[in-house]
């Protein structure tokens, strides 16, 4: 099974920016997509951005504009850039990779899905 690491989530005071990054360790054939979601206390959790294998991007309506998806396609690891912060982005921010594991996995359909561990991200003055 493919572990996630985040990183780079802490305390920021409004109008700032934070960095997040997600490694991946484990084998990993082939990436479908990566994305970051977010869950805020007593809210469902809601996706915040994804990169596509191809390098297509979607992002919430509400972060346009403000936060940017890359990814590292050598390291299997992506980043979450997030400018201008407001007080609404204070979440745990989780990484998820959608995957197949072996070129036989891939033959068959058989994807993988892993998350990490979360991170907090407190918007605050």
């Known amino acids: 099974q493919v572990q996630l690491v985040e990183s780079g989530g802490g305390l920021v005071q409004p109008g700032g920016s934070l960095r997040l990054s997600c490694a991946t360790s484990g084998s990993i054939f082939s990436i479908n997509a990566m994305g970051w979601y977010r869950q805020a206390p007593g809210k469902q959790r809601e996706l915040v951005a994804v990169i596509i294998g191809g390098g297509t991007t979607n992002y919430a309506d509400s972060v346009k504009g403000r936060f940017t998806i890359s990814r590292d396609n050598a390291k299997n690891t992506v980043y979450l850039q997030m400018n201008s912060l407001k007080p609404e982005d204070t979440a745990i921010y989780y990484c998820?990779?959608?995957?197949?594991?072996?070129?036989?996995?891939?033959?068959?359909?058989?994807?993988?899905?892993?998350w990490g561990q979360g991170t907090q991200v407190t918007v605050s003055s």
């Open positions: 998820n990779v959608d995957y197949y594991r072996t070129y036989v996995a891939q033959q068959a359909g058989a994807r993988r899905e892993s």
